[in-house]
């Protein structure tokens, strides 16, 4: 009941992974990024420990598709399992199980893996991908909420998405970018909403964390 796209940026090394489902809070299980290794989709009938595994095999020097073999093998029910990678060197891969919900599909280039599944039409992977790729030279979370709205806009999954996650990771080994609607009856828009709040601040964030005496003022009271 899920689709989603997994990327990375060619000029810079950040990952990032934006996922929307049925389900709430699908942003709690599915996405995930590490700073320098790579970003990692678990979806499906989800098993969130799967990603540790990967990034596991990612931080010894393997790649990708070593990384989907490890969490196919890590996995007692692998049939259940959709799940996608990323790696450090632009490589992606992606794997669906015998037992995916109803019409589901994969997609990967250089730098982008993208999947679904109870989807409405079988070719959005692809086009979510090709959106991604497409958009290239813009910042990492515009270019995957675009891609993510190209699947919205062929019809995404057959039941109302009601929640979706983005997560983007730079050059530091927390995130730049964590954004999450658990519930609502028009997440994308929420989210669009939400990343235009939050994007003229998210920076300030980063500066705030590593060098504080550089950071702009905080904008509350008190801060004088």
């Known amino acids: ?14 990952f990032g992974v934006i996922v929307t489902s049925s389900s709430p809070s699908v942003g709690a299980r599915c996405p995930w990024a590490k700073t320098g290794v790579g970003a990692i ?8 420990r799967l990603a540790s595994i990967g990034f596991s095999v990612l931080e010894n020097g393997f790649d990708a598709q070593s990384a989907i073999r490890a969490m196919k093998d890590a996995s007692p029910y692998p049939e259940y399992r959709q799940i996608a990678v990323v790696d450090a060197k632009g490589n992606s891969a992606a794997f669906t199980g015998s037992r995916a919900l109803g019409v589901h599909g994969e997609f990967c280039d250089k730098n982008v893996a993208s999947i679904g599944n109870l989807l409405s039409d079988p070719t959005i992977p692809e086009a979510m991908g090709c959106e991604f790729l497409r958009t290239e030279g813009q910042p990492l979370a515009d270019r995957l909420i675009l891609a993510i709205e190209k699947g919205f806009q062929m ?3 057959l039941d109302q998405e009601h929640s979706i996650g983005l997560l983007v990771y730079t050059d530091e080994p927390f995130a730049y970018v964590d954004l999450r609607i658990d519930y609502s009856e028009n997440p994308l828009e929420d989210l669009k909403k939400l990343w ?22 905080y904008g509350v009271k008190g801060d004088e």
């Open 41 to 48: 989709l678990t979806q499906n009938v989800t098993d969130p």
């Open 155 to 157: 019809g995404g999954e």
């Open 1 to 14: 009941m899920t689709f989603s796209v997994a990327g990375r940026c060619q000029s810079t090394g950040a």
């Open 196 to 217: 235009e709040i939050y994007k003229p601040q998210a920076n300030d964030y980063k500066v705030r964390a590593v060098v504080p005496e550089l950071a702009p003022s």
